[in-house]
């Protein structure tokens, strides 16, 4: 406890990493302190803006007791890993200050979590979804695709039909503080503002999913559907044949096709793919 206070999480802070605790336990045996602050917000403050919040221990939504409360904004994984250390229970060697920024919740955890570059792509989707209004639905398709392991290039590229179009961590970041999608993806070299087409996007998505290749990994690069092979395909062949038809020709893939990628080398696998997808 804190000043009397208990502690809680956001309800859609993202899941502990065993691995980073354990590895900040060592690091708290060998040095005797940790370095780093815990960031906190009164809870009040968090549940006066929209948000859910968790008791850390019981997991129980505590949102309608929030004074009773503090928010840990950033150091999540340092808290867990002084509550597994006996002799650091009592959180007397963590050091810790309660925030009185006037940012948004989501602005500031945009800005914690993207110069500190703690948090995954997926950790930012995710929390996009949980703190903007997505009427759209567009957001949620983004978190989806990243929660399948496609990769943040390939969910750019399919959702705006355009090779150049390539999400990333700072990008959705500053999605979640509350800048517009479409105009993050446009570049200072665009005569015309980007826009998506999240129909044609699902479509290959689902396409991708029915196909041989679904059950294709690539070492180093995960699911053959999420990676760049399929998408630099289906882009090359949108530049003569236009997007939507390039994206249909995902379903004539056949097991035998599959095959060939898969024993292609990986300099090469495009070109199978851009082949196949070619073909009349």
Not at 24 to 52: D, R, W, Y
Not at 243 to 268: G, H, L, M, R, V
Request: with cysteine.
């Amino acid at each position: 406890m804190q000043g009397g206070k208990k502690f809680a999480f956001i309800s859609f802070n993202r899941d502990i990493d065993e691995k980073q605790v354990k590895a900040l336990q060592a690091s708290f045996k060998e040095l005797g302190e940790c370095h780093t602050p815990l960031m906190m917000m009164e809870g009040e403050k968090v549940a006066a803006m929209g948000f859910k919040i968790n008791d850390i221990l019981t997991g129980e939504d505590v949102t309608d007791k929030a004074n009773q409360y503090l928010v840990i904004v950033d150091g999540q994984h340092r808290y867990m890993a002084a509550l597994g250390l006996e002799d650091w229970q009592d959180m007397t060697k963590l050091s810790c200050f309660i925030t009185d920024s006037k940012a948004d919740l989501a602005q500031l955890l945009a800005s914690v979590n993207n110069d500190c570059k703690k948090w995954s792509f997926s950790d930012f989707t995710g929390a996009t979804v949980a703190v903007r209004e997505d009427e759209s639905g567009v957001l949620k398709f983004i978190n989806d695709c990243a929660k399948d392991g496609f990769s943040p290039a390939v969910i750019g590229m399919i959702l705006f039909q355009d090779s150049s179009k390539k999400l990333s961590k700072d990008k959705i970041a500053k999605v979640m503080a509350g800048e517009d999608l479409c105009k993050v993806m446009t570049s200072k070299q665009d005569k015309v503002a980007a826009n998506y087409n999240l129909e044609l996007a699902q479509l290959y998505v689902d396409n991708a999913k029915a196909s041989p290749l679904a059950d294709i990994k690539v070492k180093g690069k995960g699911a053959v559907i999420g990676s760049r092979y399929l998408a630099d395909a289906v882009a090359v062949v949108a530049k003569t044949e236009g997007w939507k038809p390039a994206i249909e020709k995902i379903t004539k893939i056949t097991a035998k096709n599959a095959t060939a990628f898969k024993n292609a080398s990986t300099d090469n696998k495009t070109r199978v793919l851009i082949d196949i997808l070619m073909q009349k």
